[in-house]
């Protein structure tokens, strides 16, 4: 179905409702490609779709068209999932791609580009599609060096590519047609597992495009905003900074739930008014929910179970993934159990360390065999301590 969501302006994208797996990022939700259709004296497309979609995008767009023909293709990211479809795009329509140059040299990475035509863009410049023309914004590293935001002003419409963007099939185009607690909770997610690397970045996009007058925000990925632009605007600024709430995770991973005594003691301590605790058992939950918990909270326990002198695997892969996300201002701990042996503690605080943790403790809170109450006693403490100073970080 084609959506205008401005007079002459179509939703051409294509809604995939059995993606599980996005590069590793579990999409509980499914993922919407987005695409939009400009109709004007020169038709522009802006976003491609995935390849395996591009017949059912090229459908759409004949279906706004008519008999007129596409004259742009504006590729604000050359990632696959909005330029895998493209060639074929250009194929049928010969259509010029406008792009920056990063992306051209990213394009000709992955396509045989030899027979496009390219309009090239840098910040600043414009391109006139009739009554309507288009204003283009590098953003690079938001989160690939060829990002560009494109603006139309004349409807106050921000392209924002995978900026603002959540992994969420839904039939609905609008924030305001889903529930918002349910469009924001699928932007932090998304925000913490592609985006959270580059908040310098984005503190500086926010920062020029503050007056830009925006009444749309049009991402290639999930729902528009619309009635909620302000509040998806204030929400990035809070996540640029990885700015705490006062909330505390515990993360763990065991093998003969020693170490899950723990994080409950550390659990049980930590609740108390004002404070979100989350007990996260890493390998169950998995990465992709565990990092949207790290993005916002100020304090962070971090468990395992000391197999083959290391921690556990689902352990290894959470901190590997969290560790290159590069979270910045966390305070936390390193806690787990062994028995003959030893490493786990050891190793999760050689990780909290490199990640630059402000580290509670200069040992980790270990137990052998099973926790004594003495040990217990000592999470529990912890756990009110995390809360104490979680409290404090939020009111910063
Ligand atoms: Fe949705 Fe960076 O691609």
Redesign the pocket.
């Known amino acids: 179905m084609l959506t205008e969501i401005k007079n002459n302006i179509y939703w051409v994208g294509y809604v995939d409702w059995a993606m599980r797996d996005f590069h590793s990022y579990i999409t509980d939700k499914g993922v919407t490609y987005n695409s939009y259709l400009i109709k004007d004296e020169k038709n522009a497309v802006i976003d491609g779709v995935k390849a395996p979609y591009v017949g059912d995008h090229l459908r759409k767009i004949k279906k706004a068209l008519g008999d007129c023909k596409l004259d742009y293709i504006i590729c604000n ?1 050359a ?1 696959p ?2 330029s895998g479809g493209i060639p074929a795009l250009v194929a049928e329509t010969g259509a010029t791609v406008v792009c920056d140059e990063k992306c051209q040299v990213i394009l000709e990475g992955y396509y045989d580009i030899s027979s496009w035509s390219f309009l090239i863009v840098k910040t600043g410049d414009e391109l006139k599609l009739g009554a309507r023309t288009l204003q283009f914004i590098e953003t690079p590293m938001v ?2 060096p060829d990002s560009l935001f494109t603006y139309l002003p004349s409807d106050k419409i921000l392209f924002s ?2 900026g603002f ?1 959540q992994h969420y099939a839904t039939s609905s185009r609008f924030d305001d047609q889903v529930p918002l607690c349910e469009a924001m909770a699928e932007a932090r997610t998304y925000y913490a597992n ?1 985006v959270m690397p580059y908040g310098k970045q984005v503190k500086k996009v926010l920062e020029a495009a503050k007056d830009l007058p925006i009444e749309m925000i049009a991402p ?2 999930g729902v528009i905003w619309r009635s909620h632009v302000a509040e998806i605007v204030e929400a990035y600024q809070q996540w640029c900074e990885c700015k705490p709430k006062a909330k505390v995770s515990i993360l763990y991973d065991s093998m003969w739930e020693s170490t899950t005594e723990m994080a409950r003691a550390i659990y049980e301590g930590a609740c108390c008014d004002g404070v979100e605790v989350k007990l996260l058992h890493v390998r169950r939950v998995g990465n992709t929910r565990v990092v949207a918990d790290m993005l916002d909270s100020a304090c962070i326990a971090v468990g395992s179970a000391t197999l083959n002198q290391s921690i556990m695997p689902a352990m290894a892969s959470a901190l590997t993934y969290l560790r290159g996300l590069r979270p910045v201002g966390k305070v936390g701990f390193a806690f787990g159990s062994s028995g003959w042996g030893r490493g786990g503690p050891e190793d999760i605080q050689k990780y909290l360390e490199e990640m630059k943790f402000e580290l509670m403790r200069d040992e980790p809170l270990k137990s052998k065999w099973r926790p004594t109450r003495e040990v217990l006693e000592e999470c529990e403490k912890m756990g009110a301590l995390m809360a104490q100073k979680a409290l404090e970080l939020a009111a910063k």
Request: no cysteine.
């Open positions: 990211h990632e999932d909005h989160h690939w590519m995978d963007g592609i290639s990925h």
